[in-house]
């Protein structure tokens, strides 16, 4: 059975987390966010550093890389406190695509990409990007129409390829490329460690988004042309790639959900304070039955996400990664509509003020909306359940 009571160590780290969004993060992310795009992030490095000095910095690592080796249980503790500012994963260290990368090289990586990548990635000396999505007819939400490809020459692979929605790209100091290496549709790809700035990786550009590039978060596309590189730039083994990307990917949904509950969660409190206060056809907000009616939506959304994101990293805590497969796509799908149902309704409650840029909600929710297409659309999470519950693999009362 799952314990829902986090050890008291996890407890405390949680509310000092906590403590340091509300009293260090929240009051300048929009300065952060403003600086970010004139190319400065001295305030940020400013919170980092504080993060780093209160001992918050990745906790999500093993002790032996510089964190407080949580398990997914502590991430999902950790990051839903991290999630209630869209500047507050970075500022310790805990963000996407960063993150899951650091995840996938601490697991796979040779001694020699871990010393020349995942330690800078783990000390913020680098950022970095992970290369799958492709322009049609490319790879998208079906990994196997990947057209990139890795071809042997001699001691040396040669890459030829488009990519985009690259996040972080621009900036990153080396990107995890995944490659086509055969036509076998189960073990025909390889990912590969690349340096960002090697001959033949070409930066196209900044892909414009309906969300403004805010940190790490802009969208970059590239191509790789005659991109040479030695057997010490696989990660893992050669027909790994998809194997990898799963190992990758299922984590990944889930602490996305991690941070997002935390924004739904901030945001239902926003609305509670502004509803309380204002007054509308003769009674406050919150004493109106629609305006109830979203309240409560919204917080069973944020409680019925918390309890599957719990139930898959405690699964994949328990070493049941593939059986928690389709129940990360649940708890995205359902993560994802939620959070983006709950900023929409968020908006509404506050009229005019809602859809201005007075408040944070327009912004949050055209970064939000993208949630229910990256790491897998809607639609291939309820091909995922539909399959494995047909197929007697979905236990729904765990």
Known sequence: MIDFSPRPELEELRTRVRAFVDEHVIPVEQRVFDEDQRGDDSTLRLLQAKARAAG????????????????????????????????????????????????????????????????PLCDGQITSAFCMTEPAPGAGADPTNLRTTAVRDGDEWVINGHKWFSTGGRDAAFLIVMARTSPDRRTGCTMFLVERDAPGVQYVREVPCMAPPVLAHKEAEFKFVDVRVADDAILGEV????????????????????RWLGLADRTLHMCREYIATRTSFGKELARHQQVQVMIAKGAMAVHMGNLMTLHCAWMLEQGKTVEARPYSSMAKFHVARALCQILDDAIQMHGARGYSEDLPFGLWYRSARAARIADGPDEVHVIVAARDFLLGRLELLV
């Open 56 to 119: 918050l910095w990745t906790p999500h690592l093993s002790k032996d890389l510089g964190g407080q080796g949580l398990g997914p249980m502590g991430m999902a503790v950790l990051f839903r406190e991290m999630g209630r500012s869209f500047a507050g994963a970075k500022v310790f260290n805990c963000d996407a695509p960063d993150q899951g990368n650091m995840d996938l090289l601490a697991a796979v990586a040779s001694d020699a990409a871990r010393e020349r990548w995942l330690q």
């Open 239 to 258: 027909g790994q790639g998809f194997a990898l990307a799963q190992k990758r990917l299922v984590p990944a949904r889930l602490t996305h959900c991690m």
